[in-house]
Nanobody, 124 residues
């Protein structure tokens, strides 16, 4: 059973930074693609950043140049470094794991394990 536990969310002012972590257990971490998704109130969940087992990454246009996804296989942990935060980044952030090659980076149906989420609030 794959378990994902996010942490690191909080409240910051615009322009600030946060680093989210996702602790992974229950499988061989390096065998999967991982992603960060977010959902703002009243909006659909959307992909933010993703990384595959070879280290290739992809980002949503809205976060390119500000967010960085990384993974530490030794610690079985996924990270999302968020800089230059904007109020529109306010959302619940979820990490997710895919058990096989995803059809596209942010195809949510391909990610079959999800964490409980961590809230990020950015004030202007």
């Amino acid at each position: 059973q794959v378990q994902l536990v996010e942490s690191g969310g909080g409240s910051v002012q615009a322009g600030g930074s946060l680093r989210l972590s996702c602790a992974v257990s229950g499988y061989t971490y390096s065998s999967y693609s991982m992603g960060w998704f977010r959902q703002a109130p009243g909006k659909e969940r959307e992909g933010v950043a993703a990384i595959d087992r070879d280290g290739s990454t992809s980002y949503a246009d809205s976060v390119k140049g500000r967010f960085t996804i990384s993974q530490d296989n030794a610690k079985n942990t996924l990270y999302l470094q968020m800089n230059s935060l904007k109020p529109e980044d306010t959302a619940m952030y979820y990490c997710a794991a895919a058990t096989s090659l995803v059809s596209s980076w942010f195809q949510q149906a391909d990610y079959n394990s999800w964490g409980q989420g961590t809230q990020v609030t950015v004030s202007s």
